[in-house]
């Protein structure tokens, strides 16, 4: 899927790395006698991916893209099946900075995936322009990692209101949480066929969604026609799409959320609110959306009985 953005998909490669149980002791300084480097050597990779990324000259349209537009970084060039691209080039970044990390003999096998992840969603977050926090560490990586076990822990591009509050609660994560998260859509990239439904009349009894802005709507069946390659990939936010910034809850404002799981927290009553509150104010979405990513990184963490510290951060030990 997506090279760059890296936020929300966070929630999914938590899933994959640490899941729900215990709570381990979280602290900001848990490597600071095992790897006290760990920040730069992470935000050393993620900074060189994120130039990589937007060095290419064909950007964007020649990035594929994996996952269901809660997406991560990564370099997905072929693999456009969202299990296999989110499972192989889906968490690259995190690969590469594990490399980087047991390249150097103190921090050898010391530091676990999961919070490889956690330090590299702040790090994108930062590159792009949004606030800097300090991330809680220590969560072990998970012993199991099955498409069953995350099934109902994934959101998809039309859940309602209903359905994400529900996802979000059900992992201690209030409303405000969840309209906070979504705006990880300020950056990256989606694939077109999470689209289809809302720019095509595909049913003559179906007319096009019609909360969606015509003018955006134009332009993204201009991207994504009928026949559209499958790797092609769109901007989520067609705005400010390299800017991690408040420009997502405008977007909605007027009708140019990407997905109907983005649009609909502006046409519901019980959301529209916040998404207006942090259309204008740019420091109160930032500071919720730092609370909300530190209560995201307690969700489902593993400690030493229950986890490890993966050699390989794509396989089991
Ligand atoms: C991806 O999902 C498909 C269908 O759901 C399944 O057949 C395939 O084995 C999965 N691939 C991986 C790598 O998990
Ligand atoms: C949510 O909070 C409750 C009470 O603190 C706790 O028992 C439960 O494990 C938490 N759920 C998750 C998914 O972290
Ligand atoms: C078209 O309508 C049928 C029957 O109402 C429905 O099952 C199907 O999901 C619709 N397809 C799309 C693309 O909306
Ligand atoms: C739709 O988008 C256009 C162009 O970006 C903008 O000028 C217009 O105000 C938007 N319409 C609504 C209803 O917000
Ligand atoms: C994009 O596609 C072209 C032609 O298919 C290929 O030559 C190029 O290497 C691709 N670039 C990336 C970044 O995948």
């Not at 594990?98 to 995936?113: E, F, I, W």
């Not at 990239?189 to 709507?217: E, Q, W």
């Not at 989520?236 to 959320?257: A, C, E, H, I, S």
Request: charged share 20%.
């Amino acid at each position: 899927m997506t090279r760059f953005s890296m936020v929300l998909v966070v929630a999914l490669c938590l899933t994959i790395f640490a899941f729900p149980e215990t709570t381990a002791q979280l602290s900001r300084n848990f490597y600071s006698q095992t790897c006290p480097n760990v920040e730069q050597i992470v935000r050393n990779v993620v900074q060189m991916k994120v130039k990589e990324t937007f060095a290419e000259k064909d950007y964007p349209d020649n990035i594929s893209l994996a996952g269901d537009g809660f997406d991560v970084v990564i370099q997905a060039k072929k693999d456009y099946p969202d299990n296999i691209s989110l499972a192989g080039d889906g968490c690259d970044v995190v690969i590469q900075a594990k490399k980087a990390l047991d390249a150097n003999p103190r921090c050898r096998n010391k530091v676990s995936c999961a919070d490889i992840l956690s330090l590299g969603a702040r790090d994108v977050v930062v590159v792009a322009g949004g606030p800097f926090y300090e991330v809680e560490l220590g969560r072990f990586d998970g012993l199991v990692s099955t498409a069953s076990s995350v099934k109902g822990n994934l959101l998809g591009p039309s859940d309602n209101v209903n359905k994400l509050n529900a996802l979000f609660m059900k992992n201690n994560l209030t409303q405000e949480d969840m309209i906070a998260l979504s705006a990880a859509h300020t950056l990256g990239f989606a694939h077109c066929s999470k689209v289809f439904n809302k720019i095509y009349n595909f049913n003559s009894t179906i007319s096009v969604d019609p909360t969606l802005n015509m003018t955006y709507g134009k332009e993204l069946q201009m991207a994504c026609p009928k026949n559209v390659d499958p790797r092609i990939a769109i901007n989520m936010d067609p705005v400010t799409p390299r800017t991690f910034d408040n420009v997502y809850y405008k977007n909605l404002q007027q009708g140019k959320g990407l997905f109907t799981s983005d649009q609909v927290l502006y046409t519901d009553g019980r959301s529209r609110p916040t998404v207006n509150a942090w259309a204008k104010d740019s420091q109160a979405f930032n500071r919720a959306f730092v609370t909300a990513m530190t209560k995201l990184g307690r969700v489902g963490v593993k400690n030493s009985h229950n986890g490890n510290i993966r050699h390989d951060c794509g396989a089991f030990n």
